[in-house]
């Protein structure tokens, strides 16, 4: 890649519709927040707000002055919604050469910006060919419309499959303290062994969302590792991610400054690797075997 990914990724999911409803004025604001404290990677998908939410961060982007070269962009191509804005009358998956070309090409024009520094595959397909796929994605690398190209929420027998014909440059999963499968099904090891750059998104997990056992025991300890290392317990969260050596890259999702600030500031912790496996024991509720 041209440009390294910054370590903490900004999500921008919950930028538009399908969250904040953040005018182009707040946009761009946040944009600029990024970058001045050291975040310079956006990830988006094209269906994020009902295929709405890139074309209002290229507002953005385009209103800010801030150069192409001083950001990373990251999009998904591949879900077909059913929403208002595109006529489908079941939510599937689409990747035949054409629709991955198309789809690149509306992002790049949505976000106002040449090329994308990284492109995923939303989600797997079953009816996803390895060879379809690598067509597109040659045509896409060979005019310089893509910097790299990946995959997101595949398995490690369904990423080897694309990485039959292509290079596989990262892989986005689902991955925190709570939704911690992947440290278990080989997904983070096939990752290390590949050479593919792992980003989590939902990183937090569901720590805050549910009042489950699950959660009181993972509390119970945080609130005494908030005391021990003087941090926030979103931070530690991150912290714990960003200890494993797939070295992970969060996508976090927050909108409020002071937050971002603070979950870029979770790459200084010196987590212990007894607190490390501390935490995974209060998620799993036992002992690892």
């Known amino acids: 890649m041209k440009n390294k ?41 094209d269906i994020y707000g009902d295929y709405t939410t890139e074309k209002e961060f290229g507002k953005a982007f385009s209103k800010s002055g801030i150069s192409r070269e001083s950001i990373q962009l990251i999009s998904k191509c591949g879900i077909q919604y059913v929403g208002k804005t595109r006529e489908n009358k079941v ?3 689409q990747y035949d050469s ?5 789809s690149a090409e509306k992002s790049i024009k949505d976000l106002r910006a040449e090329y994308l520094d990284v492109f995923l595959l939303h989600r797997p397909s079953p009816l996803m060919h390895p060879e379809e796929i690598n067509k597109a994605v040659d045509t896409l690398m060979n005019q310089g419309k893509i910097k790299s190209f990946g995959v997101s929420n595949f398995t490690p027998s369904q990423t080897d499959l694309i990485l039959n014909k292509s290079k596989v440059y990262a892989n986005q ?25 792992p980003m989590s998104w939902r990183p937090l997990g569901r720590v805050f969302m549910h009042d489950n056992s699950q959660n009181k025991r993972i509390h119970l300890l945080l609130d005494e590792l908030v005391v021990k290392y003087k941090v926030s317990k979103d931070q530690l969260l991150l912290s714990w991610i960003l200890k494993h050596p797939s070295k992970i890259y969060p ?20 987590l212990s690797d007894i607190d490390w496996f501390r935490m995974l024991e209060q998620s799993m509720g036992a002992a690892l075997p």
Not at 24 to 45: R, T
Not at 251 to 267: D, F, H, N, P
């Open 5 to 45: 990914l910054s370590r903490i990724i900004q999500g921008c999911m919950n930028w538009g519709q399908w969250g904040s409803k953040l005018t182009v004025n707040e946009m761009e604001s946040l944009i600029h927040h990024n970058l001045d404290i050291g975040i310079s990677s956006f990830d988006h998908a």
């Open 91 to 93: 939510k599937h998956y």
């Open 98 to 102: 054409d629709y991955i070309i198309f």
């Open 173 to 197: 999963i689902e991955f925190s303290l709570t939704h911690n499968e992947p440290l278990f099904d080989s997904s983070l090891d096939h990752m290390i062994m590949n050479k593919i750059i």
């Open 251 to 270: 996508v976090i999702g927050t909108v409020k400054k002071e937050r971002i600030k603070a979950s870029l500031e979770a790459q200084k912790i010196e």
